[in-house]
């Protein structure tokens, strides 16, 4: 990853262009082309580095979600993460440092697709997901500096 990907990924986690080519005002503000904003994000995407560019709403704004959490055994931590993570709509998954120590965010269409995907992870692991759905909402910012 060069200095231009980290000015990409660092300055557009925020304030993402709103209009008709936002690649290309990424590309004037880079001084680059468009073709190669776009050439980056897809290697970055491919690379494992960007899991996905798009908007991101509040919580059962747009559809529905939850945060789930799975107790993994260490020995199999790796290929559940896989598993889970290649559901369309699991947003993102990480390890941590408890019995739950997988969790991950569903989000759907409605809240019985969300229910379904966790049967379908309970079916496909041996696993038993704790779903958490949001009770009350809080504003938590994760956009921050990838780089000094």
């Known amino acids: ?44 995407t491919e690379d494992g580095a960007v899991r996905r560019v798009g908007a991101v709403f509040r919580p059962n704004r747009v559809g529905a979600s939850t945060l789930a959490a799975l107790a993994v055994p260490p020995e199999r931590l790796e290929d559940v993460a896989a598993l889970v993570g290649a559901f369309a709509e699991v947003n993102h998954n990480y390890a941590r440092e408890h019995r739950l120590n997988l969790w991950f965010v569903v989000t759907a269409p409605d809240a019985e697709r969300v229910a379904q995907v966790l049967a379908e992870i309970a079916a496909l692991t041996g696993l038993m997901p704790l779903d958490l759905r949001l009770e009350r909402d809080f504003h938590v910012d994760l956009g921050f500096r990838l780089w000094n």
């Open 1 to 44: 990853m060069d200095a231009l990907d980290q000015r990409l990924l660092d300055e557009f986690q925020r304030g993402f262009p709103l209009t008709s080519r936002p690649y290309a005002e990424i590309a004037t503000r880079l001084e680059v082309s468009e073709a190669e904003v776009i050439g980056r994000l897809r290697r970055l």
